[in-house]
């Protein structure tokens, strides 16, 4: 069993910055890729980055890349997502998962999630 909770969403402006935390407890942190995802409103949930257990890959969607960084830190157990200019259609909230493996992450074949946490951008 795999334990996640994020933080670090909130209401930002256009073009703005965040960074987002998803903590882990339960089996060896350092054993599994963790991925981001979101889901808008009334839309259906989206992947948006992935890294593997070490850090030394990572993979984005195209309508984050160059925006969003994915990097974690396995001491501290954690996965952040550093969220650079910022759209009002990145509004959404935000999940991190344990994914089945690094490559299903795209396509959403995850074990764990978490809660969620809110990111509003306003225009």
């Known amino acids: 069993q795999v334990q996640l909770v994020e933080s670090g969403g909130g209401l930002v402006q256009a073009g703005g910055s965040l960074r987002l935390s998803c903590a882990a407890s339960g089996r060896p942190f350092s054993s599994y890729a963790m991925g981001w995802f979101r889901q808008a409103p009334g839309k259906e949930r989206e992947f948006v980055a992935v890294i593997n257990w070490s850090g030394s890959s990572t993979f984005s969607a195209d309508s984050v890349k160059g925006r969003f960084t994915i990097s974690r830190d396995n001491a501290k157990n954690t996965v952040y997502l550093q969220m650079n200019s910022l759209k009002p259609e990145d509004t959404a909230v935000y999940y991190c998962?344990?994914?089945?493996?690094?490559?299903?992450?795209?396509?959403?074949?995850?074990?764990?999630w978490g809660q969620g946490t809110q990111v509003t951008v306003s225009s």
């Open positions: 998962a344990v994914p089945r493996s690094y490559t299903s992450a795209p396509s959403g074949v995850c074990d764990y």
